[in-house]
């Protein structure tokens, strides 16, 4: 699988039309979604004034990306990272972990602002 996996906060900057984000991105790059960020998306919708227009726009968003989901071999990527993470004292927020469990899996970039993600051994990441 080739192309580029968005953190949350790559995927606000994109639905917000920064332009730093946007001359970041090759047009060639295709996009990809953790499942975790669209929860992370509808979290933020859920806690918002306008719940309703806000569902919807991740709906759509969701619907209009591929959205790459969890399995078992994503929970085999989770633990390994927990625990090398552990063992460096160096913890990380889990759905931070689980976003770069599906990163690893699959062998793409992480697109993202986060430092944290530094600590996480064998995950290609690509600050924006």
């Known amino acids: 699988m080739s192309g ?4 949350t906060n790559a995927v606000i900057a994109l639905q917000k ?3 730093d984000f946007l001359q970041f991105l090759d047009s060639d790059d295709e996009l990809l979604i953790p499942a975790i960020v ?6 933020g919708a859920y806690n918002s004034l306008r719940v309703s227009e806000n569902v919807k726009v991740v709906d759509e968003f969701a619907t209009d990306n591929t959205v790459l989901p969890c399995d078992a071999e994503t929970g085999k990527q ?9 063992v460096k ?3 990380i927020p889990e759905n931070d972990i689980w976003i770069a469990a599906i990163a690893i899996q699959h062998g793409l970039t992480l697109v993202t602002r986060d430092e944290h993600f530094n600590d996480v051994d064998g ?4 600050k924006w």
Request: charged letters at 30%.
């Open 4 to 7: 580029k996996l968005l953190d």
């Open 17 to 19: 039309a920064e332009p």
């Open 38 to 43: 669209i929860g992370e998306l509808y979290l």
């Open 78 to 86: 989770f633990g390994q990272i927990r625990y090398q993470l552990k």
């Open 89 to 91: 004292g160096r913890p």
């Open 123 to 126: 995950l290609q990441v690509e």
